[in-house]
């Protein structure tokens, strides 16, 4: 069973993964690892998000919109676990890449901007914007304004969801719909 988190920048895609990981028995894959070990590759130190955007839309021009997808699935392929829960979805063509696999759903979360960005703050990763208006660049490209088609589509993406949650509360609160959402999901798909 694969399910795909799409969703903005600190919006609790991490929250959701660890959630399958620790109740549900998942492994997670998240797309942006493998822009990071280009990020590496490259010799780019003190990474920005900026930068990680640019690396994720470099890859999907020289490589094909789904290439981040398709290596995920690779990777996931020779795993001996069959609940994968995969984040970091940033583009249509790995949404529909994604959709032609069996037991695949896809989950947007949705959440208040100014929410997120006291989240974003309160997570410390060093590649985040650490401005109002830094974050509402990031946001909006994220979202895909400005960006070609191999670029950042997230807003696009959200309308490929089968299901979305809204986190606009606490972590609990939050925990509470994911739990109802993968206890219908698993079992619709009889792998409850």
């Known amino acids: 069973m694969l399910i795909g988190v799409v969703g903005q920048i600190a919006v609790g895609k991490g929250v959701l993964k660890d959630y399958l990981i620790n109740n549900f028995g998942f492994s997670s894959f998240s797309l942006s690892s493998i822009v990071h070990d280009e ?3 490259r010799g780019i130190k003190n990474i920005t998000r900026k930068d990680l955007q640019d690396i994720g839309n470099d890859l999907r021009k020289k490589y094909g919109r789904d290439i ?3 290596m995920a699935l690779e990777i996931i392929k020779k795993s001996k676990n069959s609940r994968w829960v995969i984040e970091g979805i940033r583009n249509t063509a790995e949404v529909e890449f994604l959709k032609k696999q069996k037991n695949f759903s896809l989950i947007g979360i949705k959440s ?3 929410l997120r960005f006291k989240r974003l703050l309160d997570r410390k990763k060093p590649w985040d914007p650490k401005t109002w208006n830094e974050f509402l660049k990031v946001d909006r490209r994220d979202l895909g304004k400005g960006e070609k088609n191999t670029g950042q589509q997230v807003g696009k993406c959200l309308a490929y969801c089968d299901y979305v949650l809204t986190n606009n509360k606490d972590k609990k609160d939050f925990e509470r ?3 109802k959402l993968l206890t219908k999901i698993l079992s619709f798909n009889n792998t409850f």
Do not use: P, Y
């Open 39 to 41: 990020a590496k590759k």
């Open 68 to 70: 981040l997808a398709k």
């Open 112 to 114: 208040i901007r100014a």
């Open 177 to 179: 719909k994911v739990k």
